[in-house]
């Protein structure tokens, strides 16, 4: 069965420092993983994902993350954090399942704390 | 529109009431979910339809009763909630199988008094 964890639930940067945020994985086959954004009282947004292409995969606002096999890790970094990163992170492994099943299993998230 | 919307953004309601939660997705998606969030809690999968069936659900109290009408629109039936039934309520949809990236509306934080 697919799992996913996330190594840090709380994570606190300065302005203008890279930000690294951890994330593990257990899956019986290759997946598919995204990593998500959740800002206060809002929807969960896409930030990316790695579905079997390059390894090193580039989203939106900076962020990106690589795809390690050996280590079964995906994490996400940024080079230099904005406050406006201050949010919670989801990492997220796909289980395909059988047929017509399958899911999207959430890590548990990681705040990420931006100070000036 | 675009994207995924919900109605109401905000929602409060006493134990005996009734009300419903809409989510309507302009994607063109073939599958809606709903998630429950709730405060120090990981994200609850609650139901999920495929192509307007029920595929999933998540032993959920019958308290809460989904409807899917047609691919774009899904809507969440409340009534005789409890407080702990507070939690900010997330729709999402995708396209194709289940396992792919979700699109998710922007939640509606509900308040059970």
């Known amino acids: 069965a697919q799992s996913v964890t996330q190594l840090d639930s709380h994570v606190s940067v300065s302005e203008g420092t890279p930000v690294l945020l951890r994330c593990n994985y257990s899956?019986?086959?290759?997946?598919?993983l995204f990593w998500y954004v959740q800002h206060p009282n809002k929807g969960l947004q896409l930030l990316l994902k790695y579905t079997s292409a390059a390894t090193l995969v580039k989203g939106i606002n900076g962020f990106e993350a690589e795809f390690k096999k050996s280590e079964t890790s995906f994490h996400l970094t940024k080079p230099s954090a904005h406050m406006s990163d201050a949010a919670e992170y989801f990492c997220v492994v796909s289980d395909r399942g059988s047929s017509n099943t399958g899911k999207l299993i959430f890590g548990q998230g990681t705040t990420l704390q931006v100070k000036p | 529109e675009t994207g995924v919307t919900q109605t109401p953004r905000h929602l409060v309601m006493g134990m005996t009431n009734k009300k419903s939660l809409k989510c309507e997705q302009h994607?063109?998606?073939?599958?809606m979910y709903w998630y429950k969030q709730s405060a120090k809690k990981p994200l609850e999968l609650m139901f999920v339809y495929s192509l307007e069936e029920r595929v999933e659900n998540n032993s959920v109290p019958s308290r809460f009763s989904p409807e899917c009408p047609n691919s774009s629109h899904l809507f969440l039936h409340l009534h005789t909630l409890q407080p702990e039934d507070s939690a900010l309520y997330l729709c999402a949809s995708s396209q194709g199988g289940l396992w792919n990236e979700q699109f998710f509306g922007p939640g509606t934080r509900l308040t059970v008094l």
């Open positions: 994607l063109g998606h073939n599958a």
């Open positions: 899956s019986s086959y290759s997946p598919s």
